[in-house]
């Protein structure tokens, strides 16, 4: 046998055993998607799962059970006939076919006719039916006090880590890297509302005095809240006045010195500040 005799009954083989793989690999089913899970989440993070978020799914909860209806888009997703649907506890408005806003939001069932009742399990059922699936369960917002977020603080590995803007305490733990200890930012275990307004990192504005600021830091407060809402679960809210931490860790926490050698409070994400409020939200949120 000649060498191109040789040589094109291996490339024959090989293609064989090529086609032999595709076959196999076309004749079985492919991967099962993986199933979205929330958790745990309250009516307040649970109204960011909107549609209007592309990068989120579209949830709803019926009797506080929360499913994933990203696959229903086309009724319930942004100016859809039950948009208003999205994003809320709903059994009641189902039940009674309704989408006012005292029904909105609700799961009581108590004057609900067995016919309501009954809408409203043909609705579960049809859910299921396209693959609208359980995602986690609606809890109520609790309540965080001092204590618990001065300790929430990345300190311990069994912990949250937990920030309050104006009494409003989220869950930051996916950002640990820059929460936590170690991170970028020293926000962890303590009320910021001051800080964020300010662009600040400095200590000493960790906390909830907004008096004395321009209209333009109180816009930047709430533009940052609004992108926390966003990005972040909404766990509870502060139950008093959160601890001062500042006492003692002044030292740890100096900044460095502008070109001039005096110092300044820098924005987040910017050593030393002179950065406008764009970029040193992009440092924060962008994260």
Same mark, same amino acid.
């Given at each position: 046998m000649s060498f191109l005799a040789i040589v094109a009954a291996v490339a024959a083989l090989y293609l064989v055993l090529k086609i032999i793989q595709v076959l196999r690999e076309l004749s079985q089913p492919p991967p099962a998607e993986a199933q979205f899970s929330v958790g745990e989440i309250t009516e307040r993070s649970l109204a960011y799962y909107n549609g $209007?978020?592309?990068?989120?799914?579209?949830?709803?909860a019926i009797k506080g059970v929360v499913y994933d209806i990203t696959d229903a888009m086309d009724t319930y997703g942004p100016g859809k006939e039950l948009s208003a649907y999205a994003g809320r506890e709903c059994a009641r408005a189902i039940a &009674?076919?309704?989408k006012e806003p005292k029904d909105i939001g609700s799961a009581d069932l108590a004057d609900?006719?067995?016919?309501e009742l009954k809408r409203l399990e043909e609705k579960l059922e049809e859910l299921r039916s396209r693959k609208c699936l359980e995602a986690g369960k609606v809890v109520p917002l609790r309540g965080v006090t001092p204590e618990e977020l001065a300790a929430s603080d990345g300190s311990e590995p069994a912990r949250p880590i937990l920030i309050s803007i $104006?009494?409003?305490?989220y869950d930051v733990s996916k950002g &640990?890297?820059?929460y936590g200890p170690g991170g970028v930012y020293p926000f962890a275990g303590r009320e910021v509302a001051r800080a964020f307004a300010m662009l600040s990192t400095e200590l000493s504005d960790c906390h909830d005095n907004l008096e004395g600021l321009a209209h333009i830091e109180l816009e930047n407060l709430r533009e940052w809240?609004? &992108?926390?809402?966003?990005k972040y679960p909404i766990i509870g809210t502060l139950t008093g006045k959160a601890l001062d931490k500042t006492a003692g860790q002044q030292q740890?926490?100096?900044q460095?010195?502008?070109?001039?050698?005096?110092?300044?409070?820098?924005?987040?994400?910017?050593?030393?500040?002179?950065?406008h409020s764009e970029q040193a939200a992009a440092a924060v949120f962008g994260r």
């Open positions: $209007r978020d592309w990068a989120k799914p579209l949830l709803l &009674k076919g309704s609900c006719s067995p016919e $104006r009494g409003t305490v &640990k890297d820059f809240e609004e &992108k926390f809402n966003w740890q926490q100096q460095p010195s502008g070109a001039d050698g005096g110092g300044g409070t820098a924005a987040p994400g910017v050593p030393g500040g002179g950065s």
